[in-house]
C-alpha cells in the first residue's frame, strides 16, 4: 500500500530542493560575471533577481510549521 509523504516531509524536501537552487543560481551568478558586457550582466540580474525571490520563498518554507 502506498502512503502519500505528510507535510514534514514534504516542507523538509522543499527546503532541500530550495538549497539546491540556490547553489545552482550562485553558480550562474559567477559565471555571468566572467562573461562581461551586456549579456553576462543582463544574466547576472536575472540570477540576482531569481535568487532574492528563492529566499523570499525559503523564509516563508522555514516559517511553515504543519498544523499540530
Known sequence: MSREP????????ARDQ???LAEILD???L?????????G????RGAMLARD????LRDLL???RPPP
Open 62 to 64: 522555514r516559517d511553515a
Open 53 to 56: 525571490r528563492l529566499d523570499q
Open 27 to 29: 553558480l550562474l551568478f
Open 6 to 13: 505528510g507535510l514534514p516531509a514534504l516542507l523538509a524536501e
Open 41 to 44: 550582466a543582463a544574466l547576472a
Open 18 to 20: 530550495a538549497a539546491v
Open 31 to 39: 559565471a555571468a560575471e566572467g562573461l562581461g558586457d551586456t549579456p
